[in-house]
């Protein structure tokens, strides 16, 4: 059955590249959420009257997510290559596209997580700090406890953004589903394992999404 | 317990400074309820949230169980903030908390072990009748109960001190008398004092022992809250107590009966024992004037009822200097309105 719909498909390269697609997306949500909190925090804390605020600090973080914004990620990827190299050891496979999707997605995660925070109730960290509450507690407990709800699924949107970019990374020989599309599917015009690869990763996102759905709507209490 | 000096907040912006509250002295008593009055605008809120710096105050002294909170560096502010309690308008819950665990943050962040806490919660959500609700989420409270949250946890590191930033000014009439009354039964049990702000004149008059009326960042009347509300001074606190004996009312009323054309209208106030005193019927058997009872209330105050009548009397001129005087002897005052 399979080999009839799918003749072109070799069986043993397909599970590598799911397994390379799964790499790649898993590590670097990882690594997009931790700095993506990091940063976000620190966007919110030092805006306009919040605990830690300071126009420069705002200033320059602000500044620094704009720009790897700013930059598609196919060029984010090139110009990151030295650094890739330097990091993992080697400009091939799917480590070597790791520090470009994280640093592409870290930032506008971090917009995310802001918001995330903005909508934390002001009266809420006001209450916390009239109870004597040191500045460490008010993040954990108030800030990002409060905002879970957005900050899962602003994580649920990150990872599907994510998967696209780990397709994109794919052209520039990091592996997995989109590598495979491209290098199998496309130039050697196997339309089917284009078909196939496409089909699994709408499955991805649709499970990712699902997923992401379920865990916020848990969480929230509101 | 609370002694504040000359304390001052001016916010400056680029084009002007404005100063919400400005000079403010103030002697609060241990295990008082001390309420503050005005209408918003009148700098009640700033006030209060500069007793524990949630606003920096601009100069001025708070000296709070002999420490002053003013000169306190952050740490021993974070310390001394833990033994002040504060409810708010909005409650300020954790909607990601239960009831049982919102009470517990404050002592999680005194760092009391869990075991002490659990048992301490317990008791707390006894004390506010919260009983069966332990583990519901805010959201699925109504807004006393989340007041009622709000109040257990304010009292969850026993506090010397509540303050009450408009505490009942989100509730319904009814909800707010629930929320006054164990406010009182708190105050009555654990001794404690509370300052509580608000611009409704029937929590003042409902559990207020003393009250001070606040206009454009001033006290500009201070004192006993029934002495205060029999004998207004200033134009704002006379505003206030209209909202309460319905002299309001009376204005519109007055125009109806002027029309109607006869007789003179006169004011009873009473206080204490006197309001259960049969004056009215009396009044008609001794002097020869007819009475028509206009309007009138009785509102139950900390220091006893507190009640005002309106009431027309139709007779000769002496007949009604008669009344008057007879009224007037019996310990109750009496003023003629004029009419408008």
Known sequence: MFEKWFPNVDIADLNTAIYETFYMTILSLIGTFIIGIILGLLLYLTSKGKLWENKIVYGIVAAVVNVFRAIPFIILIVLLLPFADFLMGTIRGPSAALPALIIGSAPFYARLVEIALKEVDHGVVEAAKAMGAKHSTIMVKVLLRESIPALVSGLTVTAIALIGSTAVAGVIGAGGLGDFAYFYGFQRRQTDVVILCTVLIIILVFVIQFIGDFISNKLDKR | ?340
């Not at chain 2, 003013?70 to 909005?90: C, D, P, S, T, Y």
């Not at chain 2, 239960?98 to 002592?107: E, G, R």
């Not at chain 2, 075991?115 to 317990?122: G, L, S």
């Open chain 2, 1 to 340: 317990m609370i002694t504040i000096k000359n304390l001052s907040k001016t916010y400056r912006t680029k084009k002007q400074n404005i100063t919400a509250v400005d000079q403010l002295n103030m002697t609060i008593d241990s295990g008082e309820i001390f309420g503050v009055i005005g209408y918003s605008g009148a700098g009640k809120s700033t006030f209060v949230r500069l007793l524990n710096r949630l606003e920096e105050p601009t100069s001025g002294e708070i000296i709070i169980d002999g420490k002053d909170i003013v000169k306190q560096k952050k740490n021993e502010l974070r310390l001394a903030r833990q033994e002040i309690g504060m409810i708010f308008q909005h409650f300020n819950l954790l909607w990601s908390r239960t009831v049982h665990q919102n009470i517990a943050f404050p002592l999680e962040i005194a760092g009391v072990p869990k075991k002490e806490r659990k048992a301490k919660v317990d008791h707390l959500i006894e004390l506010v009748g919260l009983k069966g609700r332990e583990n519901a989420y805010p959201s699925q409270l109504s807004g006393g109960q989340k007041q009622r949250v709000g109040i257990a946890r304010a009292l969850a590191n026993d506090p010397k001190v509540l303050l009450c930033d408009e505490a009942t000014s989100a509730l319904d009439p009814e909800t707010t008398d629930s929320i006054l009354d164990l406010l009182v039964d708190i105050n009555k049990r654990l001794g404690l004092t509370i300052i509580l702000i608000t611009h409704e004149m029937n929590v003042i008059s409902k559990i207020c022992h003393r009250v001070a009326v606040m206009d454009t960042g001033k006290v500009v009347e201070e004192g006993d809250a029934v002495h205060v509300f029999q004998n207004p001074q200033q134009a704002v606190t006379k505003r206030f107590v209209q909202q309460l004996d319905g002299s309001e009312k009376y204005e519109s009323l007055s125009s109806a009966v002027l029309n109607e054309g006869t007789g003179t209208i006169i004011k009873l106030s009473f206080s204490g024992e006197n309001v259960n005193q049969t004056i009215v019927s009396q009044t008609a058997k001794q002097c020869n004037v007819d009475i028509n009872i206009l309007q009138g209330n009785v509102l139950q105050t900390q220091s006893g009822a507190v009640g005002s009548l309106f009431l027309q009397l139709v007779g000769s001129e002496t007949e009604v200097e008669k009344a008057l005087d007879f009224i007037r002897s019996a310990n109750v005052k009496a003023e003629v309105q004029e009419l408008v």
